[in-house]
T-cell receptor
Framework: DAKTTQPPSMDCAEGRAANLPCNHS???????VYWYRQIHSQGPQYIIHGLKNNETNEMASLIITEDRKSSTLILPHATLRDTAVYYC??????????FGKGTRLHILP | DARVTQTPRHKVTEMGQEVTMRCQPILGHNTVFWYRQTMMQGLELLAY????????DSGMPKDRFSAEMPDATLATLKIQPSEPRDSAVYFCASLFAGEDVLTFGAGSRLTVL
């Protein structure tokens, strides 16, 4: 079973920041938080990951709470091309990787 | 860009036929995953390998599905005999254990009539 809980869908206005939440209350100390997105039927694409600290790259920012039981993916300026299903997953890098149902993000023009 | 290559991209077959899907992981990656995606079930893990050895295939219907890695550059997923309920998109993904990023292929869309 997936170790994460995400809202099934969210809307965000184009140009605004999209904040996607994820709960992972049973995360273990050696498990990372990863975010992927899937556009249409393409293969999921990596966005960002972190262990304890907040992370930022050219695509997004990842905010992990101090107790590591939840995180938020932030797309700073959402565009129509960010419409996708976003998956939050946690795993030990030596273990199997299980995806949940993700959040379907709709960007509204 | 290093990529995971899957063939065929699309396959239409009739019930009862054998189907083989192939995956070429990224060179140097030692862990390969097979996923199946349907609208109802989402992304399901079927099996995964490390250093060509199967580690977990508990998600795979054993009676008709089989997965192998004949060598480090090829992973195969075979369905025999195929059934309409096997219609789905099958994804292969690879990584080097202990490193960052799981990379997916473009998928093989299977339709069983």
């Amino acid at each position: 079973d997936a170790k994460t809980t995400q809202p099934p869908s969210m809307d965000c206005a184009e140009g605004r920041a999209a904040n996607l939440p994820c709960n992972h209350s049973t995360i273990s100390g050696n498990e990372y938080v990863y975010w992927y997105r899937q556009i249409h039927s393409q293969g999921p694409q990596y966005i960002i990951h972190g262990l304890k600290n907040n992370e930022t790259n050219e695509m997004a920012s990842l905010i992990i709470t101090e107790d590591r039981k939840s995180s938020t993916l932030i797309l700073p300026h959402a565009t129509l091309r960010d419409t996708a299903v976003y998956y939050c997953i946690v795993f030990n890098r030596d273990d199997k990787i299980i995806f949940g149902k993700g959040t379907r993000l709709h960007i509204l023009p | 860009d290093a990529r995971v290559t899957q063939t065929p991209r699309h396959k239409v077959t009739e019930m009862g036929q054998e189907v083989t899907m192939r995956c070429q992981p990224i060179l140097g990656h030692n862990t390969v995953f097979w996923y199946r995606q349907t609208m109802m079930q989402g992304l399901e893990l079927l099996a995964y390998f490390r250093n060509r050895a199967p580690l977990d295939d508990s998600g795979m219907p054993k009676d008709r599905f089989s997965a192998e890695m004949p060598d480090a550059t090829l992973a195969t997923l075979k369905i025999q005999p195929s059934e309409p309920r096997d219609s789905a998109v099958y994804f292969c993904a690879s990584l080097f254990a202990g490193e960052d990023v799981l990379t997916f292929g473009a998928g093989s869309r299977l339709t069983v009539l």
